[in-house]
């Protein structure tokens, strides 16, 4: 790998962190076994899945009196789920494969009809993100997240520690609306190009290195923290609306979320901005020219143009009808009205589309081509998530898992939230946060039932799930745990002890937060019963 910017080979880090891990025999030995273990653990729950959980299914207070529950059903899901949870955790195969599988097992076994098991890849909440895609494709084709990161940048100041603060709110604004990855990628060069002013001046990367681990951390850890604002920040959040909506009659609105969302993103910047300059201690206390720099790279991108500000005014009115349109509705009693978020977000899209960038060549704000970058891998494991949610319903294998775990009923609530949250922080570390939010999302929702938590009413499910969306995308120990993670880590300023010592603080203060976040601003954002 090249040395961090700033620096000669002979100051490189010792522990090189894109050195040759995971080497393509390590990898094929991995994914082959993943491939085995998966069939293997399905087969075998196949065969032992008992019958006598039919009858506890319909003795399940949740059970639907017409509802056709099988044991072939019940056996098929369990195990398809178990097939797919080994194969998303281990990348036996790529995770958006893994997620067609529904359209294959469920059909093929006549446990329900291709169109059944489909129409969940084409739910509201898949298009609810195609369109914040596409608002952010335009946001990125004209440099508008550039251009905001570097106008935060000057306005909180260019002290290392002010600086720190800078990039991470710019980068947890960001990345509320584009891919963390995205998001991370487009602010690491800005801040590697301060790290070799500063280097400069300071006479190389080791007398900066504290500095320089706590800006590369600051940039992925707040591209993570920052998306669980909104729906569209992270897969997880929009997987818990799908999961809600199709599963429990639940309709999670996007202002409605960002009451939850926005709150603890903002607390958690706070706190890791504190963590980090703590643990990292920046060598110096100013940064000569920082600001100049920063000015330097603004006028880089010149003066506005039409398209720049008919992008911004698109995306402002987006985030302004998301926010105040169901409010709108909600206070003017319109129950009959018909809309969506999703519907939002096309409408963006189909702007941007329609939009000339240039009346002379006849160019438009947004392409085929640019569209064509979307993540669509990323939608269709939505799709799979939710169709195999789907299928934990309509089966009735949530509310078997619900029976079976009964006996945590007598649990404190905030212990199994404790409990909820802890779990999928450790999982989360090792596998993809949107595969752990599509396998857990589901089997928390059956123990939740299960329990009696619904008694209070069918949204009293968000107990559990919303600790499963949130936990999934909190990971900060391992470079492999979320993409920006490991951006960080191979621009060659982090090493693997410095991802651990300041990534073990957040995930503790995550899971305080998480359960804080529950009790004290979701319960009565939702309404929630206890």
């Known amino acids: 790998m090249s040395a961090p910017a700033g620096t000669t080979i002979e100051e490189r ?29 399905a087969a075998l729950v196949f065969m032992i899945f008992p019958e006598s959980a039919v009858d506890r299914v319909h003795e399940s207070v949740g059970a639907d009196p017409e ?13 398809t789920t178990i097939l797919m949870a080994v194969w998303w955790m ?51 084709k004209w440099d508008l ?16 520690k002010r600086l720190i603060l800078g990039f991470m709110i710019a980068t947890g604004f960001l990345s509320m609306w584009v891919s963390n990855t995205a998001t991370a990628v487009v602010m690491l060069p800005i801040g590697t190009s301060v790290l070799a002013l500063t280097a400069e001046t300071v006479g190389g990367w080791r007398n900066q290195k504290k500095f320089s681990t706590a800006l590369m951390l600051a940039i992925a850890y707040s591209a993570s923290i920052g998306s669980l604002g909104t729906l569209i920040g992270t897969p997880p959040n929009a997987l818990l609306a799908g999961y809600m909506e199709t599963s429990h009659g639940i309709s999670i609105g ?18 890791a901005w504190w963590v980090l300059t703590t643990v990292f201690k920046p060598e110096m206390k100013e940064i000569p020219g920082g600001r100049e720099l920063i000015i330097e790279e603004k006028d880089k991108l010149g003066a506005w143009n039409f398209p720049q500000v008919a992008v911004a005014v698109i995306f402002v009115i987006a985030a302004l009808c998301w926010v105040f349109i169901p409010l709108t509705i909600d206070w003017l009693g319109m129950d009959d009205f018909v809309y969506d978020d999703a519907i939002i977000g096309i409408i963006a899209g189909l702007l941007m589309f329609t939009i000339p960038a240039n009346g ?67 999982l989360t570390e090792f596998t993809s946060n949107t595969a752990t939010a599509a396998t857990f999302l589901p089997i928390m929702g059956g123990v939740a039932v299960g329990i009696g938590l619904t008694e209070g009413g069918e949204q009293n499910v968000l107990l559990l799930t919303i600790p499963v969306a949130l936990a999934a ?31 073990v603080w957040l995930n503790v203060i995550a899971l305080a937060l998480i359960t804080a976040t529950v009790y004290f601003i979701a319960i009565p954002v939702f309404g929630i019963v206890l």
Request: hydrophobic share 50%; glycine share 10%; proline share 6%.
């Open 67 to 79: 509802g056709d529950y099988t044991h072939h059903a019940l056996r098929i899901t369990a195990a």
């Open 360 to 426: 002379r060549s006849g160019a438009r704000l947004l392409d085929w081509k640019t569209a064509s970058e979307l993540p669509w891998d990323v939608l269709i494991l939505f799709g799979g998530g939710l169709s195999l949610s789907a299928m934990f319903t309509s089966s009735g294998l949530s509310l078997w898992i619900g029976e079976v775990a009964k006996g945590l009923g007598g649990l404190p609530t905030l212990l199994l939230i404790v409990s909820v949250a802890a779990l999928v922080l450790v």
């Open 145 to 160: 997240h550039r251009r905001l990161a570097l106008a935060v940048l000057l306005i909180v100041g260019t002290s290392p």
């Open 13 to 41: 880090p010792d522990d090189n962190p894109k050195g040759d891990k995971h080497t393509d025999a390590s990898t094929w030995r991995r994914q082959a076994i993943g491939i085995l273990l998966g069939l293997a653990l």
């Open 254 to 271: 996007f202002g409605q979320w960002m009451m939850v969302g926005v709150p603890i993103a903002v607390i958690f910047t706070v706190i």
């Open 473 to 503: 995308t909190c990971a900060f120990m391992m470079p492999v745990a979320t993409p920006p993670n490991a951006i960080a880590y191979s621009s060659g300023y982090v090493s693997m002890g410095d991802m651990l010592k300041g990534g």
């Open 90 to 140: 281990t990348e036996a195969i790529p995770l958006a494969a893994t997620a067609l599988i529904p359209l294959t097992v469920f059909p093929i076994t006549q446990v329900a009809s291709f169109s059944e098991v489909g129409s969940p890849y084409a739910s509201a909440t898949i298009f609810l993100f195609l369109g914040g895609f596409l608002l952010a494709l335009g946001l990125q």
